[in-house]
């Protein structure tokens, strides 16, 4: 959602609430925030503290971990890490003071102070070259060289009236500054309407911090409120290096992060799948913890989309609903539609429910409005399940029901995956028991697929591991029996059966740590040497029989060489009677145990035959399993590399390789090179791909980005982006970015993004950023948001 409203609304800003947590990134959504609005990172809710919470919030326990980390604290004291505004007081019960090179009364409480004349209390600091100051009503006249400071607020002027107590006020010919968010201006008039509130008439006002700003709004009236953190114009022109780009007779727009009610940011962009196209949300500020979002959007190519969203956050529960719907799409002639609704729930301290259910209406739906990128262009499957979750102690353990829609790609079809109709999980794990680590892990899933083999699987895994660790070495012997049960249905015409199988699966453990100082490129260093074995005994057990229901062939790598199976999922554990020997060598900051350089080499030794395979796979025929060896160096602080090798000596050829490198030699300056190659077999695909990732500075204030992926087998482009992006020296920033991707097999969309930005008001166009950050490893935005102000701001 776009950070700062343009025009008319300001969008939330969700983040960690002090008292109900972390509200969950929408990222793992299959809509995407942008596949759905559009629009910028997802928001965060923010929800009110109360002082009973701040109290708690405060509690002791937080007070003894700062003394433990060696904070200074006296008893009741906590270091605060900036200045905090306290409580005022009743305002006729704060002490006044005066100073002027001459001060004359007359009697009854009316003073006038002439000559560098100041009154200063605890919230206002009033200056001018004369004052009348009458007491008993609080009412200052000010005149020559007027200033008013008041929380971070500043307003100046030849001539002020004000009553201190309530602050109401006025003065001509004003400028005034705003501690806030920097805002600042200048009007024929000003009226001070009281605490955070000022009217201001004929005024200009800019977000600009700078001597000739780039925008500024001029307005026949603006009214400006802090506590509701958004100003009102009317007769309103917005002009961007003196160009009237925006009129309006009235428009409100943030002056702060607060919530409100309004259109968002418009959004213009164009895609070579939809045509130009035109998005206007409409936020609801609906309570604090809950909002919604219209977001229509008009595509030339395929007519008026609507979309919605929904999001609440409780103590006890939380979730969003999204949804888009597209009558006869003027392409396909149907109906095109999203939708997805997530909801998480805590029902007692142990607890929980969760849903998460997703559906579109096509198998085109993402190749053809997604304009994030290959991530969400090639979405297969969408999710529907929901949870029953339970955790106490060492036990957790849920139920749920999983269902998946398949979005095929014509060309390259892929099988739906299993339902899961239930699944009921539990799990203990009970560390250094006695010395002991003990886990178990006990499973049922009715798994159903109308094209495949159909039934349901029981397993229950109980280990039991004695961790020998020591500063240097270790030794971890475990051992464990898998044991599963499968009741199959009958499928094309064979019956019905049953099927068991035990095993018991015993590991050693055991690695040296050595260590030395030494030298590498002129620094200091520690070195060290760290072999390590692994030795697997699994027996064998006949699982032709067995159906397949989530069961793949594991990729073979450093994570893989040390664990239990080659496979990925319960439905195969292959026999075992192997070794695996690995050896790795760092090079360490000494100060600060950052490694600046690593190298590791691996094989696993076979002392049986390969008799467990899944169908169609071929048994291995060696004893010896392929080479791995991996390099990774940090020699400078913006230079990085890392090479991974996977090498076959059977045929001696290298069977995987990824090279990548990165440099990053000062912010917003990021080159990232990368190669990898995969050696086609019988149950992989070949793969050779070169990409290539930037962003970098060509001239003062200009910036180029880019990427550049390309297969080298299919002589294909899987995804270019190409644009530049330019940062004033005055609050304005602009994005042109192109993208091409793949979507299909032999299918590919474009889509361009164009970005006016002006600091503290708007974002004028449709944003490419979160395609950049996906896209370039290391891209930052160039124009970072500043700091929120404070009431501290230009404190006199």
């Given at each position: 959602m776009t950070a700062t409203p343009f025009a008319y609304g300001q969008s939330p800003t969700y983040g960690q609430s002090a008292t109900y947590g972390q509200m969950p990134s929408y990222g793992g959504s299959p809509f995407g925030q942008e596949s759905l609005f559009g629009q910028?990172?997802?928001?965060?809710?923010?929800?009110?503290?109360?002082?009973?919470?701040?109290?708690?919030?405060?509690?002791?326990?937080?007070?003894?971990?700062?003394?433990?980390?060696?904070?200074?604290?006296?008893?009741?004291?906590?270091?605060?890490?900036?200045?905090?505004?306290?409580?005022?007081?009743?305002?006729?019960?704060?002490?006044?003071?005066?100073?002027?090179?001459?001060?004359?009364?007359?009697?009854?409480?009316?003073?006038?102070?002439?000559?560098?004349?100041?009154?200063?209390r605890t919230d206002t600091v009033l200056k001018g070259d004369s004052i009348e100051y009458r007491q008993v009503e609080g009412e200052?006249?000010?005149?020559?060289?007027?200033?008013?400071?008041?929380?971070?607020?500043?307003?100046?002027?030849?001539?002020?009236?004000?009553?201190?107590?309530?602050?109401?006020g006025e003065l001509d010919n004003a400028r005034f500054f705003f501690g806030l968010n920097g805002g600042r201006g200048t009007a024929d008039h000003v009226e001070l309407l009281g605490q955070g509130r000022v009217r201001a008439d004929n005024v200009s006002y800019t977000g600009c911090d700078c001597e000739e700003p780039s925008w500024e709004m001029r307005a026949r009236r603006i009214d400006f409120d802090y506590d509701a953190g958004e100003a009102t114009s009317y007769g309103s022109t917005l002009y961007f290096k003196s160009l009237p780009i925006l009129g309006a007779p009235k428009m409100s727009f943030p002056i702060s992060d607060a919530r409100k009610s309004g259109f968002i940011s418009p959004t213009f962009g164009i895609t070579s799948k939809s045509g130009p196209q035109l998005l206007t949300p409409y936020y609801f500020n609906i309570a604090p913890n809950r909002d919604a979002t219209i977001s229509p959007r008009y595509m030339e190519r395929r007519g008026l989309q609507l979309g919605g969203e929904f999001r609440y956050l409780e103590p006890n529960y939380s979730g969003e609903a999204r949804a888009t719907y597209l009558s006869n799409d003027r392409v396909t002639q149907t109906d095109r539609y999203l939708y997805s609704f997530a909801h998480r729930q805590r029902l007692t301290d142990t607890l929980g429910l969760n849903f998460n259910i997703n559906g579109a209406s096509d198998d085109n739906y993402f190749r053809d409005f997604s304009v994030a990128g290959t991530g969400l262009a090639s979405t297969a499957t969408l999710e529907r399940s929901a949870a029953l979750t339970?955790?106490?102690?060492?036990?957790?353990?849920?139920?749920?029901?999983?269902?998946?829609?398949?979005?095929?790609?014509?060309?390259?079809?892929?099988?739906?995956?299993?339902?899961?109709?239930?699944?009921?999980?539990?799990?203990?794990?009970?560390?250094?028991?006695?010395?002991?680590?003990?886990?178990?892990?006990?499973?049922?899933?009715?798994?159903?697929?109308?094209?495949?083999?159909?039934?349901?699987?029981?397993?229950?895994?109980?280990?039991?591991?004695?961790?020998?660790?020591?500063?240097?070495?270790?030794?971890?012997?475990?051992?464990?029996?898998?044991?599963?049960?499968?009741?199959?249905?009958?499928?094309?015409?064979?019956?019905?059966?049953?099927?068991?199988?035990?095993?018991?699966?015993?590991?050693?453990?055991?690695?040296?740590?050595?260590?030395?100082?030494?030298?590498?490129?002129?620094?200091?260093?520690?070195?060290?040497?760290?072999?390590?074995?692994?030795?697997?005994?699994?027996?064998?057990?006949?699982?032709?029989?067995?159906?397949?229901?989530?069961?793949?062939?594991?990729?073979?790598?450093?994570?893989?060489?040390?664990?239990?199976?080659?496979?990925?999922?319960?439905?195969?554990?292959?026999e075992a009677n192997q070794v695996t020997a690995a050896l790795t060598s760092r090079w360490l900051d000494p100060k600060t145990g950052v490694e600046r350089a690593r190298v590791t080499g691996a094989q696993r030794l076979y002392f049986s035959d390969?008799?467990?395979t899944l169908p169609g796979d071929a048994v291995r025929s060696d004893g010896r399993s392929d080479y791995l060896a991996s390099v990774y160096g940090a020699l400078t602080s913006s230079l990085s590399g890392e090479t991974t090798v996977q090498y076959n000596p059977q045929i001696s050829r290298v069977s995987r390789s990824t090279v990548g490198a990165r440099f990053s030699p000062a912010r917003a300056s990021t080159v990232a090179l990368s190669y990898r190659y995969q050696r086609e077999s019988v149950s992989v695909l070949g793969r050779e791909q070169i990409d290539l990732a930037f962003q970098w500075p060509l001239a003062p204030r200009w910036f180029g980005v880019g990427r550049f992926d390309y297969s080298l087998l299919q002589n294909r482009?899987?995804?270019?982006?190409?644009?530049?992006?330019?940062?004033?020296?005055?609050?304005?920033?602009?994005?042109?970015?192109?993208?091409?991707?793949?979507?299909?097999?032999?299918?590919?969309t474009t889509a361009f993004f164009l970005q006016l930005e002006l600091n503290g008001f708007a974002r004028v166009g449709t944003s490419p950023i979160n395609t950049l950050r996906r896209s370039i490893p290391g891209y930052q935005v160039i124009n970072p948001p500043p700091e929120k102000g404070t009431g501290f701001e230009r404190y006199e």
């Amino acid at each position: 959602m776009t950070a700062t409203p343009f025009a008319y609304g300001q969008s939330p800003t969700y983040g960690q609430s002090a008292t109900y947590g972390q509200m969950p990134s929408y990222g793992g959504s299959p809509f995407g925030q942008e596949s759905l609005f559009g629009q910028d990172d997802p928001p965060v809710r923010e929800i009110p503290v109360t002082p009973e919470q701040q109290r708690t919030n405060a509690s002791a326990p937080e007070a003894a971990q700062g003394q433990a980390q060696g904070q200074v604290s006296g008893p009741g004291l906590r270091l605060s890490p900036a200045l905090q505004p306290r409580p005022l007081r009743d305002p006729d019960d704060l002490p006044v003071y005066l100073e002027a090179d001459s001060l004359t009364g007359d009697g009854e409480s009316n003073l006038r102070l002439d000559g560098n004349a100041q009154i200063r209390r605890t919230d206002t600091v009033l200056k001018g070259d004369s004052i009348e100051y009458r007491q008993v009503e609080g009412e200052v006249e000010a005149t020559g060289g007027v200033r008013l400071a008041r929380d971070g607020n500043v307003v100046s002027g030849p001539r002020l009236k004000l009553n201190l107590n309530t602050g109401v006020g006025e003065l001509d010919n004003a400028r005034f500054f705003f501690g806030l968010n920097g805002g600042r201006g200048t009007a024929d008039h000003v009226e001070l309407l009281g605490q955070g509130r000022v009217r201001a008439d004929n005024v200009s006002y800019t977000g600009c911090d700078c001597e000739e700003p780039s925008w500024e709004m001029r307005a026949r009236r603006i009214d400006f409120d802090y506590d509701a953190g958004e100003a009102t114009s009317y007769g309103s022109t917005l002009y961007f290096k003196s160009l009237p780009i925006l009129g309006a007779p009235k428009m409100s727009f943030p002056i702060s992060d607060a919530r409100k009610s309004g259109f968002i940011s418009p959004t213009f962009g164009i895609t070579s799948k939809s045509g130009p196209q035109l998005l206007t949300p409409y936020y609801f500020n609906i309570a604090p913890n809950r909002d919604a979002t219209i977001s229509p959007r008009y595509m030339e190519r395929r007519g008026l989309q609507l979309g919605g969203e929904f999001r609440y956050l409780e103590p006890n529960y939380s979730g969003e609903a999204r949804a888009t719907y597209l009558s006869n799409d003027r392409v396909t002639q149907t109906d095109r539609y999203l939708y997805s609704f997530a909801h998480r729930q805590r029902l007692t301290d142990t607890l929980g429910l969760n849903f998460n259910i997703n559906g579109a209406s096509d198998d085109n739906y993402f190749r053809d409005f997604s304009v994030a990128g290959t991530g969400l262009a090639s979405t297969a499957t969408l999710e529907r399940s929901a949870a029953l979750t339970w955790k106490s102690g060492y036990w957790d353990a849920f139920g749920r029901v999983v269902k998946f829609q398949t979005l095929q790609d014509p060309l390259l079809p892929i099988i739906p995956p299993y339902d899961r109709e239930p699944q009921l999980r539990l799990n203990g794990a009970r560390y250094d028991w006695n010395g002991f680590d003990a886990r178990v892990e006990v499973d049922t899933t009715r798994f159903k697929n109308s094209r495949l083999i159909s039934g349901t699987r029981s397993y229950a895994y109980p280990s039991v591991a004695y961790p020998i660790i020591r500063p240097g070495g270790f030794l971890i012997p475990k051992i464990g029996i898998n044991t599963t049960r499968y009741d199959v249905d009958a499928f094309q015409g064979a019956d019905a059966y049953r099927a068991n199988r035990t095993t018991p699966i015993v590991s050693l453990d055991t690695g040296l740590i050595f260590e030395r100082d030494g030298r590498m490129l002129g620094q200091d260093v520690t070195q060290t040497l760290e072999p390590r074995l692994y030795y697997l005994r699994v027996p064998y057990r006949d699982q032709s029989r067995l159906p397949v229901f989530d069961t793949a062939l594991a990729d073979f790598n450093f994570a893989q060489i040390f664990s239990e199976n080659i496979y990925a999922g319960n439905d195969r554990i292959a026999e075992a009677n192997q070794v695996t020997a690995a050896l790795t060598s760092r090079w360490l900051d000494p100060k600060t145990g950052v490694e600046r350089a690593r190298v590791t080499g691996a094989q696993r030794l076979y002392f049986s035959d390969q008799r467990v395979t899944l169908p169609g796979d071929a048994v291995r025929s060696d004893g010896r399993s392929d080479y791995l060896a991996s390099v990774y160096g940090a020699l400078t602080s913006s230079l990085s590399g890392e090479t991974t090798v996977q090498y076959n000596p059977q045929i001696s050829r290298v069977s995987r390789s990824t090279v990548g490198a990165r440099f990053s030699p000062a912010r917003a300056s990021t080159v990232a090179l990368s190669y990898r190659y995969q050696r086609e077999s019988v149950s992989v695909l070949g793969r050779e791909q070169i990409d290539l990732a930037f962003q970098w500075p060509l001239a003062p204030r200009w910036f180029g980005v880019g990427r550049f992926d390309y297969s080298l087998l299919q002589n294909r482009i899987a995804e270019v982006v190409a644009g530049v992006e330019y940062n004033s020296a005055c609050c304005f920033a602009v994005r042109a970015v192109v993208q091409r991707y793949a979507v299909a097999t032999r299918d590919t969309t474009t889509a361009f993004f164009l970005q006016l930005e002006l600091n503290g008001f708007a974002r004028v166009g449709t944003s490419p950023i979160n395609t950049l950050r996906r896209s370039i490893p290391g891209y930052q935005v160039i124009n970072p948001p500043p700091e929120k102000g404070t009431g501290f701001e230009r404190y006199e």
